[in-house]
């Protein structure tokens, strides 16, 4: 699996990451789990074409106790398997490393 993996993080802070996910509406049925959503302008043609039926198009973040791990791997939040389920292209997953790192600077979160 491709990730951006932040390592040996203060758990205070892996906390507060949580918290912001949560009220940013990206929790999923999993307690340390949260889905990022992945802009539409972003979506490969398939996954465009699959928008309704398999999205939103998200990436999930694990917030485990001393790390924060970004999958690099654009899933659908329906079916579970889908052609349109891809590792991220060069532009998502610079678009959503760089939301990741600014998620965190605007915690005041060195990472």
């Not at 949580?18 to 398939?46: I, V």
């Not at 001393?66 to 590792?87: H, K, M, N, Q």
Request: hydrophobic residues 35%.
């Amino acid at each position: 699996m491709r990730v951006y993996l932040v390592e040996q993080i203060d758990p205070d802070h892996v906390k507060r990451v949580a918290k912001r996910c949560k009220d940013m509406g990206c929790e999923s049925a999993l307690d340390d789990l949260f889905w990022l959503p992945l802009p539409k302008s972003l979506l490969t043609e398939e996954q465009l074409a699959h928008d309704a039926e398999c999205g939103p198009h998200s990436l999930a973040l694990e917030c485990g106790e001393d790390y924060l791990r970004l999958e690099l791997l654009v899933r659908g939040r329906g079916p579970l398997r889908c052609s349109c389920i891809a590792y991220c292209t060069p532009a998502q997953r610079e678009h959503m490393v760089n939301y990741f790192d600014n998620l965190l600077k605007e915690l005041d979160i060195p990472a």
